[in-house]
């Protein structure tokens, strides 16, 4: 079975850093081999749509979407089967729900609250 599994979430005030990490697993069985995986963080705000945040590919070219493009950073251990978002200078606006998603599949998400 296909399973992307997100963690480090939390609460944190305004300027804060948090890194969430997104393991996935079941991917191998299923014919896919995670270093090729083009692999994507999107998040959903409270009241909000899903909106994407960032992307990155097998390569490790990245994207990132305007609103957290600078304090955001994707990366990914292939070894790990992880993927990883460091997020610095969090805002109020970044509260929300952050996903993981690959092929299809989208994980549970992790909480990130941005309080003080």
């Known amino acids: 079975e296909v399973q992307l599994v997100e963690s480090g979430g939390g609460l944190v005030q305004p300027g804060g850093s948090l890194r969430l990490s997104c393991t996935a697993s079941?991917?191998?069985?299923?014919?896919?081999?995670?270093?090729?995986?083009?692999m994507s963080w999107a998040r959903q705000a409270p009241g909000k749509g899903l909106e994407w945040v960032s992307h990155i590919y097998s390569d490790g070219s990245t994207y990132y979407a305007d609103s957290i493009k600078g304090r955001f950073t994707i990366s990914r251990d292939n070894a790990k089967n992880t993927l990883y978002l460091q997020m610095n200078s969090l805002k109020l606006d970044d509260t929300a729900v952050y996903y993981c998603?690959?092929?299809?599949?989208r994980g549970q998400g992790t909480q990130v609250t941005v309080s003080s």
């Open positions: 079941g991917f191998t069985a299923s014919g896919f081999t995670f270093s090729f995986l083009v």
């Open positions: 998603a690959t092929q299809g599949v």
